[in-house]
């Protein structure tokens, strides 16, 4: 099992910037792929940031390409997510995830373990 935890979220004004965290515990060793999600009120589930194990596969939906910045540190067993630049439409719970294969997937399907999520509101 592997658990996961994020932290960093909270209120922030459009144009700043906010580093989210996800530290792992458990048998981190068995996981390859790691991204970040978002989910606002009413929509789905949505992919927003994942990249390899080894970080030399990374993807970006659209939407948020040049603004965020994911990244992990294995020794540590975490992944961030850094958001700059941010607009009241990134509002939203994200959630971090892990999955045992080798590409960051983007449907939520491709991962297998999940954390609590944590707020993210941006202010116009």
């Known amino acids: 099992q592997v658990q996961l935890v994020e932290s960093g979220g909270g209120l922030v004004q459009a144009g700043g910037s906010l580093r989210l965290s996800c530290a792992a515990s458990?048998?981190?060793?068995?996981?390859?792929?790691m991204g970040w999600f978002r989910q606002a009120p009413g929509k789905e589930r949505e992919f927003v940031a994942g990249l390899s194990r080894s970080g030399g596969i990374i993807y970006y939906v659209d939407s948020v390409k040049g603004r965020f910045t994911i990244s992990r540190d294995n020794a540590k067993n975490t992944v961030y997510l850094q958001m700059n630049s941010l607009k009241p439409e990134d509002t939203a719970v994200y959630y971090c995830a892990a999955g045992l294969r080798l590409a960051p997937g983007t449907s939520a399907s491709e991962y297998a373990y999940w954390g609590q999520g944590t707020q993210v509101t941006v202010s116009s």
């Open positions: 458990g048998r981190f060793f068995s996981i390859n792929a």
